[in-house]
């Protein structure tokens, strides 16, 4: 890592704690656990409509209605972790305000594995 002088540091700490404004309002100032994460990421009006379309399409076995849950559960991960039209997604991590979503990942993989294997026709089913 590259030693910067004291005065561009100066500089860049008011620009982070900005970051930590915009990212999370409510943030407290300590660092954010992978459990925090997820529960803010699974209380997002997305995740709990997908988290509602999942429970229907396992209550109803429904393998079209089980890949179109799947698919956005997938755009949902993507969006969440993986594009940062911002850029400031690093800088909030650095912080500390924003987690790891690896713990919201692996749930959402569960989720989403429990789905294509509960609605397998039932003569292929494991």
Known sequence: MVALPPTVMASISPAWAEVCDKARPSWDGAPVSALQEAVFLFSTVPA??????????????????????????????????????????????????????????????AICVAIVLYTLPRETRL
Not at 98 to 105: Q, T
């Open 48 to 109: 709990l409509i997908l988290v509602m379309a999942s429970a229907l399409v396992l209550r109803f076995r429904s393998q079209w209605g089980g890949l179109v849950v799947v698919l956005l559960w997938t755009g949902l991960v993507t969006m969440l972790t993986m594009v940062d039209p911002s850029g400031l997604d690093e800088l909030a991590v650095t912080e500390g305000c924003v987690g790891s979503p690896a713990l919201f990942i692996s749930v959402v993989a």
